[in-house]
């Protein structure tokens, strides 16, 4: 089920009146069938596969739990992490790899030669879901986490509907006694995450499925475009992949607060970053802090003999594995191997860019360094939207080719669709700046005030009504 | 008592928001779409005997310079008008029992790839709705939005400043021109540049490998149709001005035409196909543009069809 869709519209509220209507030990029954109802919506077999991970995972965790040996503890962690992994290599990367393989050594597939391709859907946030069970079972064996006896609310973690499909990945330590807790209705509560939601739901249908319809144009065929057609769909593509995931995470989050829960933020107006890893500290915080938690931090501890070079070498591998986490591609890897060259040069020049930062004025040098870094994320976002690494090679080099009178160089779209789009984009970077500075309480002031709070429903359900998108547009990152 | 207060606030919001959308909703009631001008236009001639032509901005005026003038012809053509809509328009009028003696179809190679709900151009789609009760997103939302006036001018935000409604008079019975003018290009100034950019608008940026076969059986639901109804069919593919032809993408064209005729054979409908794609008896004085045939140009090729026809 997508939050965009009508099927929602009656799924959260019927969930949601139903969950403070029934009495707090069926809570954890009715979240759990709602959950596994919104999953089944899509393909409802591949169910199988979370109830699989589910069932090794919880196990895992009891045993982890229970056994004193280190040995056998860390077979049981490998168990579970090679379950995890192992549901991911087959539904996410078998065709990769079968596809590389044949390829470097010749087969030609159409001549029954070399390894066959699988011709299978990608379950729905499979990448999202196995994560958070691998963090449930990597911290029990860290003994930060005790194991959960319950398998219903284990099953829960793992499948709560608003973080099920794409995040937040959770920690046990933050989603798992919540579901002990009982949840009164709470007027502001709900306010406050109906109000996250709509935005969620703003950026999504108003801004990112408007913009795609022009990068989709262009990327999809980019040799037919150059100079200005490349560069508008590289920059709506930048927004349109925000707004999409950052849209979703406020209606997951949102959903989850009008019950009561509290999700982990999962972006902090990540385009106002003024260096590289500042953005990874504000773009998807979930799954940063995971790689950083469970990949970067134990290399760096592993080879901190190395010196610097561990960092390093922790950098890369962490953003390589990221990149391919977002998909099965080498265009993926690219994107990631990219932020990953940055991220050394911010740890490598860190002393200098002091220096520097003290020469030259505020005023100069932070304008400077946010055009720089935004710059280079919208360049890696090239190869993150191309569908070949000979496509990304492609716009790289005929973005510059530029032809002043080809500026609105896409037929189909006219200058009002660009005028709607960079308007569109200024209101969300800016009101998200605002909400996310020292303002916030002054806006969260204005808001609770209920004539402004009625106008800001009203008039974002009126916009959604008016310039909404609502035809079947799935989320980008529900194929992660 | 506050998740009640709740409630009520969340019912008069969308009480005042179905308001506004019942103010926006009666304020476009009167908006025209060209469907309804083009099915204002059938219902003049519903129970006479018709020629009907369908087809895109292509085939626009093939009803007015149509050689027989003691015939009526009602012109289903828009520009951008997709195979599975043109399949479902025929449907319609067969079930409405009207006297069809010819069907002209305009098919061009591009639109064998091509489906408008899927280029982004899904209110069209919408619009027929009324019309055709079916939708290519036959979804449920889909279907509320094709009920919605709003909706269906594509939220033409402009119509809630416009005073009046924005119509092409439907001619009387008889009358020239029923169907819908078409806007040359550049206001009828060619270059390279803009023909290049519709030519690969057409044969690549709409045009889609998978949808070959899905169109094609349009094709031949048309054909049954017209044989289970003895209706007489011509088929043909309009010229189009060499700057176009060479940089279309030649790939996608070729195999296009290759599956079309391989079709029309196996259908046994090759004796009703004409394909003038290429035809180097018309040079750029029979063109509104890269890819319209002006009105010279459309009587050229209704003489040649003759001619065709003549010579069968």
């Known amino acids: 089920m997508l939050f965009n869709s009508f099927e929602f519209l009656i799924f959260f509220p019927l969930v949601t009146i139903l969950y403070f209507l029934l009495p707090h030990r069926f809570h954890w029954i009715h979240l759990l069938i709602a959950s596994c109802a919104f999953y089944m919506f899509f393909i409802w077999y591949y169910f199988l596969i979370l109830v699989f991970t589910i069932v090794i995972d919880y196990y895992?965790?009891?045993?982890?739990?229970?056994t004193l040996d280190p040995i056998k503890r860390k077979r049981w962690l490998l168990l579970s992490v090679i379950a995890n992994v192992g549901v991911l290599c087959v539904f996410k990367y078998y065709n990769f790899f079968t596809d590389n393989i044949n390829t470097v050594f010749g087969y030609d597939v159409t001549k029954g030669e070399g390894l066959p391709y699988l011709d299978m859907i990608l379950p729905i946030g499979?990448?999202?879901?196995?994560?958070?069970?691998?963090?449930?079972?990597?911290?029990?064996?860290?003994?930060?986490?005790?194991?959960?006896?319950?398998f219903g609310i284990y099953a829960l973690y793992v499948m709560f509907y608003p973080q099920l499909v794409a995040g937040p990945i959770e920690r046990p330590q933050n989603i798992l006694h919540q579901f002990y807790e009982k949840h009164q209705f709470n007027y502001e509560r709900a306010i406050s995450g109906l109000r996250l939601m709509l935005w969620g739901l703003f950026k999504k249908v108003v801004v990112a499925d408007r913009l795609a319809l022009y990068v989709d144009a262009v990327y999809d065929n980019p040799h037919n475009y150059e100079g200005f057609p490349l560069i508008w769909a590289t920059l709506f593509f930048a927004f349109q992949v925000y707004c999409d995931f950052s849209g979703y995470s406020d209606m997951a989050l949102g959903s989850a607060r009008v019950m009561g829960f509290d999700l982990m933020k999962n972006f902090n107006v990540p385009y106002?970053?003024?260096?590289?890893?500042?953005?990874?500290?504000?773009?998807?915080?979930s799954l940063n802090t995971w790689f950083v938690d469970y990949v970067y931090t134990p290399i760096v501890v592993e080879k901190r003999?190395?010196?610097?070079?561990?960092?390093?070498f922790a950098v890369m591998v962490t953003f390589s594995l990221s990149g391919l986490w977002h998909g099965a591609k080498w265009t993926f890897v690219i994107w990631g191997a990219l932020h990953g060259l940055a991220l050394t040069y911010d740890f490598l020049s860190k002393k200098k860019r002091k220096a520097w930062a003290k020469k030259i004025p505020a005023f100069i040098y932070n304008p400077m360094s946010w055009a720089i870094t935004f710059t280079f994320v919208c360049f890696t976002y090239i190869f993150f939207r191309a569908?070949?690494?000979?496509?990304?090679?492609?716009?790289?080099?005929?973005a510059a080719k530029i032809n002043i009178h080809r500026f609105f160089g896409v037929?189909?779209?006219?200058?009002?669709?660009?005028?709607?789009?960079?308007?569109?984009?200024?209101?969300?970077?800016?009101?998200?700046?605002?909400?996310?500075?020292?303002k916030k309480d002054k806006v969260l002031l204005l808001l609770g005030n209920k004539m402004v709070s009625y106008a800001y429903f009203f008039t974002l359900l009126l916009l959604i009504y008016m310039f909404g998108i609502f035809e079947k547009q799935s989320f980008v990152y529900f194929q992660f | 008592m506050k998740g009640i207060k709740l409630i009520f606030e969340i019912v008069l919001l969308l009480l005042v928001l179905a308001g506004a959308a019942f103010l926006i909703e009666s304020k476009y009631s009167k908006f025209e779409t060209s469907a309804d001008q083009i099915f204002k236009n059938y219902e003049l001639y519903k129970n006479d005997s018709i020629v009907v032509v369908l087809g895109s901005s292509h085939?626009?005026?093939?009803?007015?310079?149509?050689?027989?003038?003691?015939?009526?012809?009602?012109?289903?053509?828009?520009?951008?008008?997709?195979?599975?809509?043109?399949?479902?328009?025929?449907?319609?009028?067969?079930?409405d029992g009207a006297k069809i003696q010819q069907v002209i179809l305009g098919l061009d190679f591009d639109a064998l790839g091509y489906n408008q709900v899927l280029s982004g151009e899904g209110y069209i789609d919408k619009q027929y709705y009324r019309y055709l009760d079916t939708l290519y997103d036959d979804s449920f939302t889909n279907r509320l939005m094709g009920s919605s006036a709003f909706f269906r001018s594509n939220r033409d935000i402009s119509y809630l400043f416009k005073?009046?409604?924005?119509?092409?008079?439907?001619?009387?019975?008889?009358?020239?021109?029923?169907?819908?003018?078409?806007?040359?290009?550049?206001?009828?100034?060619?270059n390279d540049e803009d023909c290049r950019g519709r030519a690969i608008e057409h044969s690549s940026i709409k045009f889609h490998d998978n949808l070959l076969h899905e169109n094609l059986s349009y094709v031949i639901d048309i054909i049954t149709l017209c044989a289970q109804n003895k209706i007489k069919l011509i088929i043909v593919t309009t010229p189009k001005m060499e700057c176009y032809r060479s940089n279309s993408v030649s790939a996608n064209i070729d195999n296009a035409k290759y599956l079309l005729v391989s079709t029309l054979k196996k259908e046994d409908a090759e004796h009703c196909y004409f394909n003038l794609y290429d035809d180097k008896s018309f040079d750029a004085s029979d063109f509104i543009d890269y890819d319209h045939l002006n009105q010279k140009g459309v009587i050229k090729l209704y003489q040649k069809l003759n001619t065709i026809f003549a010579n069968k």
């Not at chain 1, 569908?387 to 005929?398: G, M």
């Not at chain 2, 520009?79 to 009028?93: C, N, S, T």
């Not at chain 2, 119509?167 to 060619?190: D, E, Q, R």
């Open chain 1, 60 to 66: 895992a965790g009891i045993l982890i739990e229970e």
């Open chain 1, 126 to 150: 499979l990448s999202f879901h196995t994560f958070q069970a691998m963090s449930y079972t990597i911290e029990v064996h860290r003994g930060v986490q005790k194991a959960e006896r319950h």
């Open chain 1, 272 to 285: 106002w970053a003024k260096s590289i890893s500042d953005f990874w500290r504000k773009w998807h915080i």
């Open chain 1, 305 to 312: 003999h190395w010196d610097k070079l561990a960092v390093v």
């Open chain 1, 387 to 398: 569908d070949k690494i000979a496509d990304a090679f492609y716009v790289i080099s005929n």
């Open chain 1, 411 to 438: 037929p189909l779209f006219t200058k009002t669709f660009y005028v709607i789009c960079l308007v569109a984009i200024v209101i969300v970077m800016f009101a998200e700046r605002i909400y996310t500075s020292d």
């Open chain 2, 59 to 95: 085939t626009l005026m093939f009803d007015d310079y149509y050689p027989d003038t003691n015939k009526y012809v009602v012109n289903f053509s828009i520009g951008g008008q997709d195979l599975f809509r043109e399949d479902m328009v025929l449907r319609k009028i067969v079930k």
């Open chain 2, 163 to 190: 005073e009046s409604e924005i119509s092409n008079p439907i001619k009387s019975k008889g009358g020239k021109s029923n169907s819908i003018p078409y806007i040359p290009l550049g206001n009828g100034t060619l």
